[in-house]
């Protein structure tokens, strides 16, 4: 049986997305890692053991993005309190990094050599024709403030703890972010982002993962988008990681 509720966590674990995610089996975890979720119970604690920056390390994770049969060479860097991400398009590396300061994350892109602001009309829009978006790479809404606890759900037969996420500003398509954490390990199990009017914009569901120095890391994702106002998919991307070797770094 695989532990994926090791105690180390990967940043690349972290970065890829929901990466302590629950694939269908739940193993014991360290005794320590459950008492501490059960202990003093708060959004914000929840929101620790997943976001990008609590354990960041370098790290790097190359994979594709994959639509239609359509594969797109993606890499993922990290190094410090900055999250590279790139993807290849016409025999040429571009992405845009996020950058984790003082409790949020910022998006930049890079013109001429030099980093500027995300345009924040930008930040809701399709990677290369896909299901993910800019922010669905970054997952900067896990960096939202005042999230809340609002209620209990069972996921895939999971006791979860159901939080809120609202947008601080008008950037981006989600006004209103949903995740789903496991009451007893603190994984992410399930996240949904919907619109001002509370309608059903976009699912992600980790389908595979992968043993990295012993430590459970993303595989596979499906990134599901519906119909707006419907449970209608009207698309899936998938993200395929590759396990990491020592060669040398790709990208930019």
């Known amino acids: 049986m695989r532990n994926i509720f090791s105690k180390a966590v990967s940043p690349i674990t972290l970065c890829a997305a929901i990466l302590s995610v629950s694939v269908g089996i739940l193993p014991m975890a360290d005794a320590d890692i459950s008492a501490d979720i059960s202990a003093d119970i708060s ?14 390390q370098h790290g790097k994770l190359d994979g594709h993005i994959r639509k239609d049969g359509k594969r797109t060479p993606l890499s993922l860097h990290l190094s ?32 001429q050599g030099k980093a500027k602001p995300f345009p924040p009309q930008k930040i ?37 703890y159901k939080l809120r996420l609202l947008n601080p500003g008008k950037d981006g398509r989600y006004s209103l972010v949903y995740i789903w954490v496991h009451k007893k390990y603190g994984a992410l199990m399930q996240m949904a982002g919907y619109d001002a009017q509370g309608r059903l914009l976009k699912r992600f569901h980790v389908t595979d993962l992968m043993t990295v120095d012993k430590i459970q890391t993303l595989k596979k994702m499906n990134v599901e988008t519906y119909q707006t106002g419907t449970n209608k998919v009207t698309g899936v991307t998938y993200l395929e990681f590759n396990k990491p070797s020592k060669s040398v770094r790709r990208g930019l």
């Open 43 to 56: 959004a914000e604690k929840l929101l620790e053991g997943i976001r990008l920056g609590t354990t960041l």
């Open 124 to 160: 809701g829009e399709a990677i290369i024709g896909s299901d993910v978006t800019y922010e669905d790479l970054s997952l900067r809404f896990l960096y939202w403030k005042d999230a809340e606890i609002v209620g209990e759900d069972k996921i895939k037969m999971q006791s979860c």
């Open 80 to 111: 410090g309190e900055d999250i590279t991400f790139q993807f290849h398009t016409n025999n040429t590396w571009s992405g845009f990094h996020m950058q984790l300061k003082e409790g949020e994350a910022k998006l930049f892109e890079t013109e």
